[in-house]
């Protein structure tokens, strides 16, 4: 897993509902990526989920009294730890709770610390149905909203009382993309509409088979949650993967080299960078057999190809003023080949890698890459997680872009 995290405070804070067993797989989570966590639970909290649980899980102590020992001895301790955390993370949070942030109260010490704290506030609402009906509870989160906080769920589903309805907090995946959306967002890319390409791309021999490649389109979801995180506006184009798409991006499946095309051309004139990291298949079967076709007598298979589309060499004809990012795959003369296709289709950046390098493969987390530059100028970078390298090539996309946009 990703450290995304490495060197946040987020400081958890807990308050009594039955949802505050959740805030335990999401303390473990939030570790696990790399963050440093403080829990401070309210009295109410501590009947559903004992402060040992969270200290067992976080190595701290957890806070629960201004006033008690775990406290320390100064008395302006809330103020000291509201300057601690990098994000405040509320969750769940209680109608009641809700209640007392909108109307400034901080008579305990998770009231206390939110009010002191310069940190941003992520809220994540966990109630029965009934009570987030209530025309308060909505004017509560409206006027926290107003005043900065960011309001997480709830979600629709099994109540705690077996009832269906709204109020159940919103699943651990959903706050881990706000938390680290919090965290990690920047302005390299503000604004701007960039699309991607991922995945691999299936071209049909007959109704059960077809070519395609071991593109696990891993790299262009993490550019897409990349992009996300430095607050362009993103399309994603991908191929068939197994992968869940970000969660805020706009999203389009396909699955020939010719739908993608399609789709690329589409979003065309709306685009300004392209991230063309699908695999797109370079031949498909010049006919589709309308029936499956049998293994036959001889001991081989002809199958006529012809070529796909060439997306890139289409951005690269209809660039204007987009900065266009392409993908090479290279197992001999990498260097060499990546700058004839960079200079060949017009491109901005390439980026290319060597699949027979290890760790740099399809179908694995990290990858390390070269990137070249239209000048001729290179960056090699060490293997990295996927969702570094994305990370990099963003902000490195921003730096370009706001050279040509000063």
């Given at each position: ?19 505050a067993?959740?805030?335990c ?72 709770f ?11 010490a ?26 308060a ?6 006027r ?6 960011r ?7 099994e ?53 395609t490649n ?5 790299m ?8 996300l995180w430095?607050?362009a506006?993103?399309?994603l ?6 992968l869940?798409p ?41 006919q ?15 199958l ?21 990012v ?14 004839e ?9 390439i ?28 960056d090699?970078?060490?293997l ?7 990370r990099?090539l ?13």
């Amino acid at each position: 897993m990703d450290r995304l995290l490495e060197g946040k405070r987020v400081l958890l804070g807990v308050t009594g509902g039955i949802a505050a067993y959740k805030s335990c797989e999401l303390a473990r989570r939030l570790i696990r990526l790399g963050a440093e966590i403080q829990v401070v639970m309210s009295e109410a909290a501590t009947r559903f989920v004992t402060p040992l649980t969270f200290e067992a899980l976080t190595q701290r102590p957890v806070l629960t009294d201004l006033f008690r020992p775990e406290a320390g001895s100064r008395a302006t301790v809330h103020v000291e730890l509201g300057r601690w955390p990098d994000l405040v993370l509320i969750a769940p949070a209680t109608y009641d709770f809700i209640g007392k942030l909108a109307c400034g109260l901080a008579d305990d010490a998770l009231s206390a610390l939110v009010a002191a704290a310069e940190a941003p506030v992520v809220l994540c609402p966990a109630m029965n149905h009934a009570m987030y009906a209530k025309p308060a509870l909505a004017e509560n989160l409206n006027r926290l909203r107003q005043w900065g906080y960011r309001i997480v769920g709830p979600e629709r589903g099994e109540l705690a009382e077996g009832e269906i309805g709204w109020g159940r907090l919103a699943e651990v995946e959903t706050i881990l993309d706000a938390v680290e959306y919090e965290l990690l967002r920047h302005d390299a890319l503000h604004g701007r509409r960039v699309l991607v390409t991922a995945g691999p791309t299936q071209e049909p021999v007959d109704p059960v088979r077809f070519i395609t490649n071991r593109s696990s389109g891993r790299m262009g979801y993490a550019l897409a949650q990349a992009a996300l995180w430095a607050g362009a506006e993103v399309t994603l184009v991908s191929g068939p993967t197994p992968l869940q798409p970000p969660r805020g991006v706009g999203f389009v499946s396909v699955r020939t080299a010719a739908e993608m095309a399609e789709a690329v051309e589409r979003h065309w004139p709306q685009t300004e960078i392209l991230f063309m990291a699908a695999a797109v298949s370079d031949y498909r079967p010049s006919q589709v057999a309308e029936h499956k076709l049998k293994k036959g007598e001889g001991p081989t298979l002809r199958l006529d190809l012809e070529k796909t589309p060439d997306i890139l060499a289409w951005a690269g004809q209809n660039k204007g003023a987009r900065i266009l990012v392409g993908f090479a795959v290279e197992t001999e003369n990498e260097l060499a080949n990546a700058m004839e296709k960079l200079r060949r289709k017009n491109l901005d950046l390439i980026v290319v890698n060597n699949p027979l390098e290890p760790g740099a493969g399809f179908e694995t987390d990290t990858n390390r890459v070269t990137i070249l530059d239209a000048e001729g100028h290179l960056d090699d970078w060490p293997l990295l997680s996927k969702l570094e390298v994305a990370r990099r090539l963003v902000f490195r996309v921003g730096q370009l872009w706001q050279q040509r946009h000063p």
